[in-house]
């Protein structure tokens, strides 16, 4: 079996209808229809659909499949599946494995589970799954996946993979129209590709388990800190504990039969911390990939006897986990257009396209903001081990350097006599080093790609890379405007790229974004700085925004509308969950136990006192009285959030309930959690009711 295990090329995409499965097993005009529908997104027929769902359906039970399922993304951010088995009963009573071209394009799940921010009237529960062919069929667990979008019978998207699609396409058009002015024979397509890095904690099964805020929440509610938290920095990229090892050995392997390119593992810089990074590819099929691995590391997780985390911030004053979104575009001949090439002219593409990006991100502040804002990620942003809540980029010295050389039409170095020219001129080589050092900034240039930072480790990479697709092919379809009517196209790109550099050079910014100095920078640059999810929300329907969705057709009006009040109705409940937990753990487990733990002392002052006579009894008068104190403001505290949770609950509108739990909940969550903290230090361990920092922490060994 291991020799077996060894040959990762045999196995790798093995439960993946891929095309090479598809090229052996469907006959030749079908697989030719199938390629021109991943190509090109034409629709299948019906009868050529009925043949690849049949060879599907085989495929999938030599496999071991007895069930299949359209696997979707709602807007929970988790996929979704309903399982259907392929039985089907024939005249004599005994049953078939049926599975048509009809179940295969289309499905019917009923939606009325699903969030909508009132999209589906409960008149019209019914919403329906449409085959998603670009990124191929799987099977997991004995069930055949066929990876669709969601929307409601109203056409409208009632998922994170339909507006994702759409903004490929939106990106497509645009930088299509601009390669084409520069000559590039053979470019058919433009495609956005992504490699997301994930951030996750690994903690002991059995500690986990006596974690209600754990279970309920994914993060502590309560804990002092551990004595050891990262500061040695012997984390990480530290060796792998055999039992991560081997969790990771087998994430790999069933990644890897599931065609994810899984390519890095190692250790984070918190401890338990750890990351995976896989090979980029097509947005939509990373966003597909991310998705599975998150849900094979808990799983996994599980299996040997451990928890996978995938929260922003499980832990207090320890780093929280983010996800990185490597980005950038690249024709269907194999040219990644954030590459700068070699020749005057393919610096010319080069910065025409990296200006669209600048634009888009200073143009797109907020929408960015809000396609990483969740609860669990503003505990994370702004917090000196994140990108900050502020939104900007950087571009390494050397490229900023030239940028503003062309800017200021001077030359770019001492040594080079003439004026920086594009078309002219051959751009220097970024060494990659110097453009990746900045691991503060929340966009970064990194040679070839842009790396997006603020991505929280739980969030789908879908949101994010719609508004990153969306608001690039704005700046492309602005600048093909321009171009296309040029007379003397290289001096119009040239005066294009210059007030391009001019309008927007305030979203550049190279130095430390944790320094408290930039956010006085950026306030004064005009820079927003959106601190929490209910203050970025409101601005995903400002007009600029509705409109930018609509001309691109990503979003109408309505679906961006429902996805406002999702977005808040999300965030107050996910508030609601732990403020309840918190009041729970209080009244169940934390006052009993120092309570009890108060009645041990004086118990032992008493007996002492029997014993020795009138002793002053140091340590238990003191540790009991300060008890006493924190179990009484404890209290109140408690009685005051439960008031607090029901006046947030009393608003009807998903804006003002959201800010009432972030103004009123979350503040008196945090007043009471120091306090809990402060009584954790100086009781005893056997009556502490749960496992500590440490035992979390540093509990997997070996
Ligand atoms: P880091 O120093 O951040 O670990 P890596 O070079 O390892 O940098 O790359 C991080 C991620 O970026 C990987 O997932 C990699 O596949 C991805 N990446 C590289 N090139 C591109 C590209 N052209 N488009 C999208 N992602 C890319
Ligand atoms: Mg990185």
């Known amino acids: 079996m291991d020799a077996v295990k060894n040959m990762v090329p045999e196995y790798f995409g093995s439960n993946v209808f891929d095309d090479m499965t598809m090229r052996a097993r469907l006959p030749k005009e079908t697989y030719k229809a199938m390629i021109r529908t991943i190509r090109d997104g034409r629709s299948l027929d019906l009868t050529v659909a009925n043949v690849v769902a049949n060879a599907m359906k085989d495929w999938a039970i030599e496999r071991g499949a007895t069930h299949y399922t359209h696997w979707f993304q709602p807007m929970t951010g988790i996929t979704a599946e309903k399982h259907d088995s392929f039985i089907s009963p ?10 048509s071209g009809k179940e295969l394009v289309q499905g019917e799940p009923d939606a009325s589970s699903f969030p909508s921010g009132g999209l589906r009237a409960t008149c019209e529960a019914r919403g ?6 670009t990124s191929y069929a799987f099977v ?5 996946c066929i990876p669709t979008a969601f929307c409601s019978f109203a056409g409208d998207a009632l998922d994170k993979k339909t507006p994702l699609l759409r903004s490929m396409e939106a990106l497509n058009r645009q930088a299509m129209r601009i390669i084409k002015l520069f000559g590039n024979e053979g470019v058919t397509s433009i495609k956005t590709t992504v490699g997301p890095e994930q951030e996750y904690f690994l903690i002991d099964r059995e500690i986990y388990n006596k974690r209600p805020d754990l279970i309920f929440t994914g993060r502590t509610l309560f804990g002092s800190r551990a004595p050891k938290g990262q500061e040695l920095d012997d984390h990480y990229f530290g060796t792998i504990k055999p039992r991560v090892a081997a969790f990771m050995k087998e994430l790999d392997e069933e990644l890897w039969k599931l065609g994810v390119y899984a390519k890095t593992e190692h250790n984070e810089g918190a401890p338990s911390q750890h990351e995976l990074a896989p090979i980029f590819t097509t947005t939509n099929i990373a966003a597909d990939h991310n998705q599975l691995t998150m849900e094979l590391m808990q799983k996994l997780a599980k299996k040997h006897g451990m928890v996978c985390l995938l929260h922003e911030k499980p832990f207090a004053g320890v780093a929280g986990s983010g996800k990185h979104n490597n980005w950038s575009m690249s024709t269907n001949t194999g040219i990644n257009l954030l590459n700068p090439g070699e020749t005057p002219y393919e610096n010319a593409q080069f910065l025409l396209y990296l200006c669209a990006v600048i634009k888009a991100v200073d143009e797109y502040q907020d929408l960015l903001r809000i396609s990483v804002a969740s609860a669990g990620n503003d505990h994370r942003l702004g917090a000196a081990e994140a990108p900050p809540a502020i939104v900007s980029m950087s571009l390494g010295d050397e490229l900023t350097a030239i940028l503003s050389a062309l800017e200021k039409e001077t030359a770019y170095s001492a040594q080079e006599k003439s004026l920086m020219r594009i078309g002219v001129h051959v751009l220097p080589k970024f060494p990659r080093d110097t453009t990746d050092r900045n691991r503060t900034s929340p966009f970064a240039f990194t040679g070839n790609k842009f790396e997006f930072r603020m991505l929280g480790s739980s969030e789908s990479i879908s949101d994010c890379n719609t508004v990153i697709n969306t608001a690039v092919a704005e700046s492309l379809s602005q600048f093909a405007n321009v171009l296309e009517k040029a007379s003397n196209f290289e001096s119009v790109l040239h005066d294009l790229i210059v007030q391009t550099i001019r309008k927007h050079k305030r979203i550049i910014f190279n130095g430390n974004g944790y320094d408290e100095a930039w956010v006085k920078e950026a306030e004064k640059r005009g820079l927003l700085n959106l601190r929490s999810t209910p203050d970025a929300i ?18 109408t009006e ?14 107050s409940k996910v508030l609601n969950i732990e403020a309840r937990t918190m009041v729970d753990m209080l009244y169940k487990d934390i006052l009993p136990a120092i309570s009890g733990y ?11 006192k029997k014993a020795l006579g009138d002793l002053p009894c140091l340590y238990e008068t003191e540790t009991l009285s300060t008890l006493s104190s924190l179990t009484d403001s404890i209290y109140r505290g408690v009685r005051e959030l439960e008031r607090a ?13 959201a800010k009432a739990f972030e103004q009123d909940v979350l503040p008196k969550m945090k007043a009471i959690r120091s306090e809990v903290d402060r009584a954790e230090r100086i009781t005893s361990l ?3 009711p749960y496992p500590t920092y440490a035992d979390m922490l540093f509990g997997v060994r070996g």
Do not use: C
């Open 90 to 99: 024939d005249e004599t009573g005994r049953i078939i494995m049926e599975f």
């Open 128 to 133: 329906y799954t449409a085959w998603d062919p």
């Open 140 to 144: 997991k667990e004995n069930v055949l």
């Open 538 to 555: 409101p601005y995903l329907i400002a007009d600029k925004n509705i409109e930018l969705f609509r001309k691109h057709k990503v979003f």
């Open 558 to 571: 309505r679906e961006l509308r429902a996805r406002y009040e999702i977005y808040l109705e999300t965030y």
């Open 598 to 608: 108060g009645k041990q002392l004086s118990d032992a002052i008493i007996q002492k």
């Open 645 to 657: 949770i029901a006046d947030a609950k009393h608003n009807k509108d998903n804006f003002a309930r």
């Open 686 to 688: 056997d009556a502490w």
